[in-house]
């Protein structure tokens, strides 16, 4: 015997997971985290007993439900399986699973679709940021056909517009949560930013770097990350995250200047590993963080002040482009709005099975 958990699989940018509601999940934390564990086949190299792909990207999770704040559609509530450990990480959200909280929320009724367009409004129930995503419906259902591009994504499908309405200081409360936009660590210099994402930047050539590197290049080099984890721990220290060995946050970023006529080069870590492209929420810091100077990112990018601007982010597999509103009247500039297009695909609907008991922990 199994339990049937209803749900829907989707793409969102470039990431794949599950989608529940959030009706649908016990409300007690232990048991959902077992439940998620055993839908993705966690904790195992290969998932090859759940739903997982096997990597950090294709082991991800929204829970959906209305949402009880006024003027606010529904909650999305992020969950980051890990593949080969026994662990959940609910601190962290994910911009790019997002991407797929507006078509799903229409898709099982809870927003009523318009007819062109239709706007939902979205907390970021792990940060607390507000999200504005503009879904095409033409005809009052999701389209997911379409003309738009992703960058890691093949071919192309319905733009899913995400405007970020209140992403600064999302889990530090301040965008530079140590009140220095560069600090250091180890006698690198890191700019330790928070917007939508905690993020630690630094230059890739202070770590032995190019910041031109493939994924698959900077996972092999294990001396690497052996050296990056520790100044990770200390910046989550100093951002007052406290411990943060079994955090996904912050995440590493590698930054050098752009070499294909974008505005920078980022390499970011999720944080084990190189990310084959790149996160929303960690492009959405990263601009936050290149508009400010004296940051390593300012340092690093080319482009010129703006009260809109468009930073376009070159990572393994192409680029990631943010258009960022900015308040000039301040100084330094204030960001008061990013926005970023990403797609998404509903891949599969039904329900996930998980072994009998697992829900009471006797599987």
């Known amino acids: 015997m199994q339990t049937a958990i209803p749900a829907l699989f989707m793409r969102g940018g470039t990431s794949r997971g599950l989608y529940f509601e959030a009706s649908d999940m016990p409300r007690d934390a232990a048991a959902r985290d077992r439940l998620l564990l055993a839908a993705m086949g966690s904790p195992d190299a290969r998932q090859i007993d759940g739903m997982g792909g096997a990597t950090p990207l294709t082991s991800k999770v929204a829970i959906v439900g209305p949402s009880e704040e006024p003027g606010i559609d529904v909650d999305y509530f992020f969950a980051q399986v890990l593949v080969a450990e026994d662990m959940v990480d609910t601190g962290p959200t994910c911009g790019n699973i997002l991407a797929g909280v507006g078509p799903f929320a229409i898709e099982r009724g809870l927003v009523a679709a318009a007819h062109g367009e239709t706007r939902v409004r979205i907390r970021l129930v792990n940060t607390g940021d507000l999200v504005e995503a503009v879904i095409q419906t033409p005809g009052g259902t999701v389209e997911y056909a379409g003309a738009a591009t992703v960058d890691g994504v093949p071919g192309s499908a319905a733009p899913v517009i995400l405007n970020f309405m209140d992403c600064l200081g999302s889990k530090t409360g301040a965008l530079f949560p140590t009140g220095n936009v560069v600090d250091l660590i180890d006698g690198i210099e890191v700019t330790l930013a928070d917007a939508a994402m905690p993020v630690m930047m630094m230059a890739a050539d202070s770590m032995g770097k190019t910041g031109y590197e493939t994924a698959a290049d900077l996972d092999g080099d294990r001396d690497f990350f052996a050296r990056l984890e520790p ?113 998404a695909r509903l891949l599969f609907q039904g329900a996930v099975m998980v072994p009998q008991g697992t829900l009471d922990g006797a599987a």
């Open 231 to 343: 100044i990770r721990l200390q910046a989550g220290e100093m951002m007052g995250l406290g411990d943060v060995t079994d955090m996904v946050i912050p995440k590493p970023v590698l930054l050098a200047p752009a070499r294909a006529g974008a505005t920078i080069s980022s390499r970011y870590f999720t944080p084990h590993a190189a990310h084959e492209a790149h996160a929303v929420t960690g492009a959405v810091c990263l601009s936050c963080a290149a508009v400010t100077p004296g940051t390593v990112a300012h340092g690093l990018a080319d482009m010129e002040i703006g009260e809109k601007m468009e930073i376009a982010i070159e990572h393994p597999t192409g680029t990631i482009d943010v258009a960022l509103t900015l308040d000039l009247s301040r100084t330094p500039p204030e960001v008061r709005s990013a926005g970023i297009l990403r797609t």
